[in-house]
């Protein structure tokens, strides 16, 4: 399961992985993220984690994963030769 949260044209992807044990939410979040997009994304997590499993706890049944999404952190240009 993917969703996308949006905040003025910027987005925070959400993909849930059912795992042996344990499902992953994994969370993207893009860069200049700040505690209002934050605030926004955790409704969304609270509301994903409700639909999974009936209640909003983090029981551990459901592991949360907040990353950053760096674009053009290190850019390698696999079209040049070296040597």
């Known amino acids: 399961m ?3 949260v949006a905040t003025k044209g910027r987005y925070a992807q959400m993909s849930l992985v059912q ?3 344990s499902s992953v939410l994994k969370v993207s979040t893009p860069g200049a993220f700040v505690d209002k997009d934050f605030s ?3 409704k969304s997590i609270l ?4 639909k999974q ?3 909003n706890c983090l029981s551990g049944r459901i592991k ?3 990353e950053d999404d760096f674009e053009d952190v290190i850019r390698v240009d696999l079209g040049q030769r070296f040597g």
Not at 47 to 50: A, G, M, S, V
Request: glycine content about 10%; charged content about 10%.
């Open 47 to 50: 509301e994903l984690i409700h």
């Open 53 to 55: 499993t009936g209640c």
């Open 40 to 42: 926004i994304v955790s």
């Open 19 to 21: 795992g042996l044990d």
């Open 64 to 66: 949360v994963v907040i």
């Open 2 to 4: 993917t969703a996308a």
